[in-house]
């Protein structure tokens, strides 16, 4: 049996409007005084952290990478992961930003302990649904070592990242 020509066209339109999003790739990203970096390696969820000057990392942390923020302290002790934008309603008390010290969790902020997330406006992208929601208003940005993240329905919140603590 031949396909017809609506099957086909009906089949290459279906691809044309199926939602493809590249993996990650890997990347290095270095402290701000530029001493240490991290390796994510999205393919093995292992993360690797080096001083600048060393071939041998100094820890690892597990650690599935996607469209999150991710920053490593001066000191090469912390990394701070600030979540992408958008989260699923049901998800309001997972973290939001977490601090690693070394390999180990040391403090996680929630959605709703940072926020009063919304949900996306009519001319906004993002991810269809109605339980889709947005806690952060724009990409985060460094200092001095303080993260300013500036969060929807709220003040900016700050996180000192050589002590992985809210300001």
């Keep these: ?9 009906l089949l ?17 990203i270095y402290s ?10 999205p393919a093995s969820n292992k993360q690797l952290v080096f001083a600048a000057d060393r071939k041998e990392p100094l820890w690892k942390f597990s650690y599935s990478s996607w469209h ?10 912390r990394i701070v992961i600030v979540k ?3 989260f699923k309603d049901v998800d309001a008390k997972s973290a939001a930003i977490q601090v690693i010290n070394r390999g180990k969790i040391e403090r996680e902020y929630s959605y709703d302990q940072l926020c009063s997330p919304r949900k996306r406006g009519d001319r906004e992208v993002g ?4 339980f889709w929601r947005i806690w952060k208003e724009k990409p985060t940005s460094l200092k ?5 993240v ?3 329905g709220g003040k900016p919140v700050v996180i000192d990242l050589s002590t992985g603590k809210k300001l």
């Design 1 to 9: 049996m031949k396909p017809s020509l609506i099957t086909i066209t």
């Design 84 to 86: 992408w934008k958008h």
């Design 12 to 28: 290459l339109a279906m691809q044309a409007f199926a939602t493809k999003y590249a993996p990650p790739e890997p990347k290095e």
């Design 144 to 148: 001095d070592q303080k993260l300013t």
């Design 150 to 152: 500036t969060v929807a």
């Design 68 to 77: 999150d923020e991710i920053f490593v302290s001066d000191d090469g002790n």
């Design 32 to 41: 701000e005084n530029k001493a240490f970096y991290v390796i994510i390696a």
């Design 127 to 130: 991810p269809i649904g109605d």
